[in-house]
């Protein structure tokens, strides 16, 4: 019996964390481990993976890459930037 997935369109998730909150989350809890403070850490990661999730929540999936997009003039794919573009016929 082979398992069909219910929802394929969904982004992946780690625990109950979706992959960016995670790794909010991660970033945190290694500084932390690092740094020695770790309970202060993990807090601060649970508490901004939150308020990720609550900005996050009504918007387009692919939010954060048009904000990098556009205020940081990041392109992660491989099209060039759009004022280099050209036609031809």
């Keep these: 019996m082979t398992r ?6 969904d982004p992946p ?3 109950f964390w ?5 790794i909010v989350f991660g ?6 481990t ?7 850490m993990i807090t601060l990661g649970v508490v901004l993976a ?3 999730s609550r900005v996050k929540a009504g918007r387009s999936d692919g939010f954060f890459l048009h904000v990098l997009y556009w205020v940081a003039g ?9 004022h280099f573009r ?3 016929e």
């Design 86 to 88: 050209s036609y031809i």
């Design 34 to 40: 690092i740094t020695g403070v770790p309970t202060v």
């Design 27 to 32: 970033t945190c809890f290694s500084i932390g």
């Design 18 to 22: 979706e992959l960016d909150e995670f």
């Design 74 to 82: 990041l392109n992660l794919k491989s099209c060039p930037p759009s």
């Design 50 to 52: 939150y308020l990720l």
């Design 13 to 15: 998730q780690i625990f």
């Design 4 to 9: 069909i997935s219910r929802y394929i369109d």
